[in-house]
């Protein structure tokens, strides 16, 4: 019902920047919230960022490095990412939660490799 394409991932230089984007298709009625998450190797899948309407949430590791943000008319969302460090590398994820004809739900896009290496 929701279809999720992520693009913008890549191979970064420490202190490069990169910007994500999420498209949201399908028979929705509305978007409550869009949302990216990372997952390092070996680590659990973390929030990154979150956006509900105009208020946004950043993991503390990205606090006034990383931005969200969404364009309502295309059910758009980016994350525009500054001063990349290496521990910034992972598989980053976006979620939008929507209300469709079934209900409200949770979709995942299938994921865009961001690493950050010199």
């Known amino acids: 019902q929701v279809h999720l394409v992520e693009s913008g991932g890549g191979l970064v230089q420490p202190g490069g920047s990169l910007r994500l984007s999420c498209a949201a298709s399908?028979?929705?009625?509305?978007?409550?919230?869009m949302g990216w998450y990372r997952q390092a190797p070996g680590k659990q899948r973390e929030l990154v960022a979150v956006?509900?309407?105009?208020?946004?949430n950043y993991a503390d590791s990205v606090k006034d490095r990383f931005t969200i943000s969404r364009d309502n008319t295309k059910n758009t969302m980016y994350l525009q990412m500054n001063s990349l460090k290496p521990e910034d590398t992972g598989v980053y994820s976006c979620?939008?939660?929507?209300?469709?004809?079934?209900?409200?739900?949770?979709?995942w896009g299938q994921g865009t490799q961001v690493t950050v290496s010199s």
């Open positions: 979620n939008v939660r929507a209300a469709v004809s079934t209900g409200v739900g949770d979709y």
């Open positions: 399908g028979s929705i009625f509305a978007i409550v919230t």
């Open positions: 956006i509900s309407d105009s208020r946004t």
